[in-house]
C-alpha cells in the first residue's frame, strides 16, 4: 500500500509542479490550443442552455462553480453571462491571481476563489446550480473522482446539474507523463460515474475541434 500512496502523491505533485510553470494566458491553460477557446464555449454554451431556465425541472441560475478553472476562462466567456455569482476553484495560485485582472469588471460576481486541489475539494453543500468540470479529471485517480463526484452531488441545488467536459481515449486509460494526468476512455467514465450514483441526463461529443486531438465529450450528471 506504501507504493500506492507514494505514487499518489507523485502523481498529484508532479501535475502541480507542471501547471505552476505554465503561462497563465488563454493559450497556456489551453496547451496552446487557444484558437480552439471560442468553439469550445460556444459548443458548451448550447449545451447548457438546453438546461438552464424557469418552471418545473429547470436549472436555476444562481451559481455556479468552475472547477480546475485556471485564470477564469470558462468563468468569464461562459459562466458569468449566465450565472449571478460564479466562484473557482484550482490547484495553482498564480492563475487564481491573474483570474481576478483577467474577469475584469464582472469579477465582482465572483464568490469564492477557492485554491485546492479537486481531490481535496469540499463543495459547500446545496450551493451551486451547475459545477462545471472541464479537463480536469484526468488529473484526479479513480477513487478520488468518484468520491469528488459525490461531494458535488451533495453540493447541488434540487434539478442542479454536473457537468463533465473533457477529453476520452479511444481505449482504455492513457496516462500523459507530461503533465501528470491520464486520460481515459468512455465507457470508464460512464463506469466511474455510475459508481459515484450519478446517473447521464444527457451526453454529446464537441463538434469542430481539430482532428489530431482526443475526442470531447460533455456529460450532463445528477
Keep these: 500500500m506504501g507504493d500506492i500512496a507514494e505514487d499518489e502523491t507523485t502523481f498529484y505533485s508532479n501535475a502541480k509542479d507542471y501547471w505552476k510553470e505554465i503561462p497563465p ?99 459547500e453543500h446545496g450551493r451551486y446550480d451547475i459545477i462545471w468540470i472541464q479537463w480536469v479529471i484526468g488529473h484526479l485517480t479513480d477513487i478520488h473522482l468518484v468520491e469528488f463526484l459525490q461531494r458535488c452531488q451533495k453540493a447541488l441545488q434540487p434539478y442542479g446539474l454536473i457537468v463533465i467536459k473533457d477529453n476520452v481515449s479511444y481505449e482504455g486509460v492513457v496516462p500523459d507523463e507530461l503533465d501528470s494526468s491520464v486520460c481515459r476512455d468512455l465507457e470508464i467514465v460512464h463506469r466511474l460515474v455510475g459508481r459515484a450514483g450519478l446517473r447521464i441526463v444527457y451526453e454529446e461529443q464537441q463538434k469542430n475541434f481539430p482532428k489530431e486531438i482526443y475526442q470531447v465529450h460533455t456529460l450532463a450528471l445528477r
Design 25 to 123: 494566458t488563454v493559450d497556456g491553460m489551453l496547451g496552446g490550443y487557444g484558437s480552439i477557446s471560442s468553439i469550445d464555449i460556444n459548443g458548451s454554451k448550447a449545451f447548457l442552455q438546453k438546461f438552464l431556465g424557469e418552471g418545473e425541472g429547470k436549472t436555476g441560475t444562481g451559481c455556479a462553480l468552475d472547477c480546475g478553472a485556471g485564470i477564469g476562462r470558462i468563468t468569464k466567456r461562459l459562466l458569468l453571462p449566465l450565472f449571478k455569482t460564479v466562484d473557482l476553484v484550482d490547484v495553482t495560485p498564480e492563475f487564481l491571481d491573474k483570474a481576478k485582472s483577467y474577469l475584469g469588471e464582472d469579477s465582482k460576481r465572483v464568490g469564492n476563489y477557492f485554491c485546492c486541489g479537486l481531490q481535496d475539494f469540499v463543495p
